[in-house]
């Protein structure tokens, strides 16, 4: 079955002079405009991978480029332009995609950019997006566990830190004074299920935890030595900001790992910084 709005794989029918046309199922053969078409792409499989959306004239087309994102997903899109209809998003593709008004938040501005879902409307079957993000968040049991990596999409940055949207599923907050990097609205990080609290609300990190995250730090630390040729002017008397323009991390993490690098005589303290032991630097 044909999936508006996605990325099918479908059978080359007949070629014309115009393009080919691809086995729609029950919705008929579909065409694949010429300047899309590149025989060998189809000659040895007679399928093709193709993208199905509704044209200027409401006709399904097929197109072999790839919007910025596709339906059931969020993305951080530019207006290009405001009519009499609504709001019209640059998604990569010819035609763009349509924000009605009742799907706005506030009235859209050409030239900004805005969070919005991708949805296909049940009675017109044209794909649309949304900026009312709610409606489709926090509508599954949340079922992630503590430590579990999730990709995460930055919605905005409120007076405690980062609202961000999970696995395109749920809302989720990273907390300001856990961020040590720089995020804004639209990015598109990984993150860690740091806790699920008791109103199930999900507090997030960019970090991983416990032992597997002072490993990581430790390896990091490492590595940045070995940069440096041996030699860092970092150590526990510096400032949280200096250790988080080194490493990006807290300097609660910062210690922790040095105090492992320490025990393992990787490393050695000195009042000015830290200092790789020869032999690690050769290893």
Same mark, same amino acid.
């Given at each position: 079955? !044909?999936?508006?709005?996605?990325?099918?794989?479908?059978?080359?029918?007949?070629?014309?002079?115009?393009? !080919?046309?691809?086995?729609?199922?029950?919705?008929?053969?579909?065409?694949?405009?010429?300047?899309? !078409?590149?025989?060998?792409?189809?000659?040895?499989?007679?399928?093709?991978?193709?993208?199905?959306?509704?044209?200027?004239?409401?006709?399904?087309?097929?197109?072999?480029?790839?919007?910025?994102?596709?339906?059931?997903?969020?993305?951080?899109?530019?207006?290009?332009?405001?009519?009499?209809?609504?709001?019209?998003?640059?998604?990569?593709?010819?035609?763009?995609?349509?924000?009605?008004?009742?799907?706005?938040?506030?009235?859209?501005?050409?030239? @900004?950019?805005?969070?919005?879902?991708?949805?296909?409307?049940?009675?017109?079957?044209?794909?649309?997006?949304?900026?009312?993000?709610?409606?489709?968040?926090?509508?599954?049991?949340?079922?992630?566990?503590?430590?579990?990596?999730?990709?995460?999409?930055?919605?905005?940055?409120?007076?405690?830190?980062?609202?961000?949207?999970?696995?395109?599923?749920?809302?989720?907050?990273?907390?300001?004074?856990?961020?040590?990097?720089?995020?804004?609205?639209?990015?598109? !990080?990984?993150?860690?299920?740091?806790?699920?609290?008791?109103?199930?609300?999900?507090?997030?990190?960019?970090?991983?935890?416990?032992?597997?995250?002072?490993?990581?730090?430790?390896?990091?630390?490492?590595?940045?030595?070995?940069? @440096?040729?041996?030699?860092?002017?970092?150590?526990? @008397?510096?400032?949280?900001?200096?250790?988080?323009?080194?490493?990006?991390?807290?300097?609660?993490?910062?210690?922790?790992?040095?105090?492992?690098?320490?025990?393992?005589?990787?490393?050695?303290?000195?009042?000015?910084?830290?200092?790789?032991?020869?032999?690690?630097?050769?290893?």
């Amino acid at each position: 079955m !044909v999936e508006i709005g996605r990325i099918n794989n479908l059978r080359v029918v007949k070629e014309v002079d115009f393009g !080919v046309y691809l086995d729609g199922g029950d919705m008929g053969e579909i065409l694949l405009p010429q300047k899309y !078409v590149v025989p060998e792409d189809y000659e040895k499989t007679g399928f093709l991978d193709v993208f199905i959306y509704l044209d200027s004239e409401d006709r399904l087309i097929a197109t072999t480029e790839k919007p910025f994102a596709k339906v059931g997903e969020f993305a951080f899109l530019k207006v290009a332009a405001v009519n009499k209809y609504g709001a019209f998003l640059d998604w990569g593709l010819p035609k763009d995609l349509l924000v009605p008004f009742r799907e706005q938040k506030q009235n859209m501005e050409e030239g @900004k950019s805005y969070v919005v879902y991708i949805y296909v409307d049940n009675e017109s079957q044209r794909i649309a997006a949304s900026a009312k993000v709610d409606k489709f968040l926090d509508l599954t049991p949340i079922e992630y566990v503590d430590g579990e990596e999730v990709d995460l999409m930055i919605y905005s940055e409120t007076d405690i830190g980062f609202k961000a949207i999970i696995n395109r599923a749920h809302w989720g907050i990273l907390y300001k004074n856990e961020v040590f990097q720089k995020l804004k609205t639209g990015d598109a !990080v990984k993150g860690y299920i740091k806790k699920i609290r008791d109103d199930n609300k999900i507090d997030l990190s960019l970090q991983k935890t416990g032992f597997e995250l002072m490993d990581e730090v430790a390896e990091n630390i490492l590595a940045k030595l070995k940069e @440096k040729n041996g030699f860092i002017p970092v150590g526990d @008397k510096s400032s949280p900001e200096t250790i988080s323009a080194y490493f990006g991390i807290s300097k609660k993490s910062f210690k922790k790992s040095v105090g492992l690098l320490y025990k393992k005589r990787l490393i050695t303290l000195e009042n000015e910084g830290i200092r790789l032991i020869e032999n690690s630097q050769e290893s």
